[in-house]
């Protein structure tokens, strides 16, 4: 059942180093502070796990976090190459990364076996595709039924995944509206769950048909972190910081400028060091 916490408990009770987490958000209400809380804990030895490694997962591989990734896609959105995790991959600093690279269809699928407790996902794809050739966790099955070729992958099942919403209920229950990756499936995959929020309320009044509830016995602990998706955006209350990921382009593609922008904006200090960027974006939305 969901406990109220504050992030730094959250992340001191529930990741461990070595383990194997997910943060996840597709474009929207990805849980940056919850990855930032992770860094100033200094978390080691991680896999992560994400359809859309973004700056944030950049930024765990550049603090020399992370052992394995796990993904489909990465880069910085509408901008180009996630920095830090090619350095990792080609010159090996801060240290090695081991990557896992798949489509979005299986990395969805494979969420969605693990939320059902399976040990893989078995769908229609890869026909054609070289990944297979790099990627070993990539595998064919024969339908008992008909013959047919199937892609097979392992499930996805974290140890802890974090995730943003805007809101939670005094009982804990979480509501996500707007663009919807797999987050629902992140959560029900893993041992362990917690959800940051930009505000408990009494309760969900006029909530949409489509939005997405997630029930109070889903979830290991929610915190209360506003403005907890920046610089991506958290619909309806601010927008996305577009400036922040081309200035991440710059900061990321030089190892010492890197480590002076963590040192300042992550290592040190919490996320109110965001708190005017985040005003100016509420004003927008």
């Known amino acids: 059942m969901a406990k109220f916490q504050s992030l730094k408990e959250a992340v001191s009770d529930n990741l461990k180093d070595g383990d194997t987490v997910a943060f996840e958000g597709f474009t929207h209400l990805i849980p940056h502070a919850a990855a930032h809380e992770a860094i100033r804990q200094n978390r080691k030895g991680l896999t992560l796990v994400r ?26 959105p509408g901008v180009g190459l996630l920095r830090r995790m090619r350095d990792a991959v080609e010159n090996k600093w801060p240290k090695a990364l081991e990557i896992e690279e798949h489509s979005h269809a299986a990395m969805a699928n494979a969420y969605e076996a693990g939320a059902a407790g399976l040990p893989c996902a078995v769908f229609r794809g890869y026909k054609g595709a070289g990944l297979k050739d790099v ?42 509206e707007g663009i919807i990756g797999v987050q629902k499936e992140a959560v029900l995959a893993a041992k362990r769950a917690v959800v940051t929020v930009e505000e408990v309320v009494d309760d969900f009044d006029d909530v949409h048909v489509n939005a997405c509830i997630l029930p109070r ?36 593609s030089d190892r010492g400028l890197f480590q002076e922008w963590m040192q300042k904006n992550v290592l040190t200090v919490d996320e109110t060091v965001f708190e005017k960027r985040i005003s100016a974006l509420k004003g927008a939305a």
């Open 217 to 252: 016995w889903a979830v290991t602990s929610v915190c209360v972190v506003p403005g907890g998706a920046h610089p991506s955006y958290a619909h309806g209350y601010y927008t996305r910081d577009n400036a922040a990921y081309v200035e991440w382009d710059k900061i990321a």
């Open 135 to 176: 990627n070993n966790n990539i595998r064919e099955v024969t339908c008992p039924f008909t013959g047919e070729k199937l892609a097979a992958v392992p499930s996805v099942r974290p140890d802890v995944t974090f995730i943003h919403a805007q809101k939670a209920n005094k009982r804990g229950d979480i509501l996500i």
């Open 51 to 76: 359809m859309t490694p973004d700056v944030v997962y950049d930024q765990m591989i550049g603090m020399g976090m992370v052992d394995k990734i796990i993904f489909s896609y990465a880069g910085n």
